[in-house]
């Protein structure tokens, strides 16, 4: 099993900054690729930014050249840096973590495993 606890949101004002964290513990060997989403009041999740275990990462094209997703694989932990806040990237962050299949190491099964989330609002 892998625990997933983000921590960072918090109140900023528009055109400022924030690092959001999750902190993964338990079977982390198994975790592959890593992502950020998020929810907006009243909106459905979306996906905000992934990144691989080599380092590869994607980003929603709202959120491209703002934040960037990193991960620190000796610290399992990964991190969205946001820059440039707008009023409409006010939403809960969660953090998920995606479990590769790999027999040969133990991880028999596929899944992801979110966090709770953390609240980031920003202010206009």
């Known amino acids: 099993q892998v625990q997933l606890v983000e921590s960072g949101g918090g109140l900023v004002q528009a055109g400022g900054s924030l690092r959001l964290s999750c902190a993964a513990s338990?079977?982390?060997?198994?975790?592959?690729?890593m992502g950020w989403h998020r929810q907006a009041p009243g909106k459905e999740r979306e996906l905000v930014a992934t990144?691989?275990?080599?380092?590869?990462?994607k980003y929603v094209d709202s959120v491209k050249g703002r934040f960037t997703i990193s991960r620190d694989n000796t610290k399992n932990t990964l991190y969205l840096q946001m820059n440039s806040l707008k009023p409409e990237d006010t939403a809960v962050y969660y953090c998920?973590?995606?479990?590769?299949?790999?027999?040969?190491?133990?991880?028999?099964?596929?899944?992801?495993?979110w966090g709770k989330g953390t609240l980031v609002t920003v202010s206009s």
């Open positions: 998920n973590a995606r479990q590769t299949v790999t027999p040969a190491i133990g991880c028999i099964y596929g899944m992801d495993y």
């Open positions: 338990g079977d982390t060997i198994c975790i592959g690729g």
């Open positions: 990144i691989t275990s080599s380092g590869s990462t």
